[in-house]
């Protein structure tokens, strides 16, 4: 039931773009984007409906297909502290519960 | 306001050992969660709770249990800890509505020798 991400882990340039994606073989209702410093708790990033909008943070912005059950994390312009593991978490259709994915480990170095 | 706050930070245990894992929020929400975070594997869920006095189980619920017996009081318990569950536990809490932001404990790092 854990949403599978990818990719596992990214390396960027200051400035760099990265996107990353998530996908469920379940109907989402929702899917969320969180992240997470060494050694810290999980920080929340953004949610995403069902209706295929796209969501913005600073440069950090995402869009949800739910045609697809797929969701992509778009770091723009990124900067040095965007190094960290991103998670998705989806909530399917008609269930109260909160599934994440494996995480994706990005780092940016100068 | 404290937010949501984990006991203990750490903890050592022998094989065969029980221990409790409390998780206290202070805002009021409905839904509460335990995962476990391994290497690799991300956050997995073991147990959650829709509210005071019910739990479901999740992705890897065996080997612990749960209780919700106060709205405020999410328990995560190890009847006999094995290494397999040395991990870092982290408590969630969310609102009842749908698609809220979940607020994350500072976890748990357990470790079973």
């Not at chain 1, 969180?34 to 912005?61: C, D, N, T, W």
């Not at chain 2, 404290?2 to 050992?17: E, H, S, Y």
């Not at chain 2, 839904?31 to 959650?48: A, K, T």
């Not at chain 2, 609102?95 to 079973?112: D, I, K, M, N, Y």
Request: proline share 4%; hydrophobic share 30%.
């Amino acid at each position: 039931q854990q949403p599978v991400q990818s990719p596992q882990a990214v390396i960027l340039r200051e400035g760099e773009d990265a996107v990353i994606n998530c996908s469920s073989s379940k109907a989402l209702y929702s899917v969320h984007w969180y992240r997470q410093k060494h050694g810290e708790a999980p920080v929340f990033l953004m949610i995403l409906l069902k209706g295929g909008e796209q969501k913005g943070h600073e440069k950090i912005s995402a869009s949800f297909n739910e045609k697809k059950q797929q969701s992509s994390l778009y770091l723009t312009a990124s900067q040095l502290s965007y190094s960290g593991t991103y998670f998705c978490g989806t909530e399917r259709t008609g269930a109260n519960n909160l599934f994440f994915g494996t995480g994706t480990r990005l780092t940016v170095i100068p | 306001n404290a937010g949501v706050t984990q006991t203990p930070k750490f903890r050592v245990l022998k094989t065969g050992q029980s221990m409790t894992l409390l998780c206290a929020q202070d805002m009021n929400h409905e839904y509460m969660y335990w995962y476990r975070q391994d290497p690799g594997m991300g956050l997995r869920l073991i147990h959650y709770s829709v509210g005071e006095g019910t739990t479901a189980k999740g992705e890897v619920p065996d080997g612990y249990n749960v209780s919700r017996l106060k709205k405020q009081n999410f328990l995560l318990g190890l009847e006999s800890a094995a290494p397999s569950q040395t991990s870092v536990y982290f408590c969630a809490s969310t609102p009842a509505r749908r698609s809220s932001e979940a607020f994350f404990g500072q976890g748990t790092r357990l470790t079973v020798v």
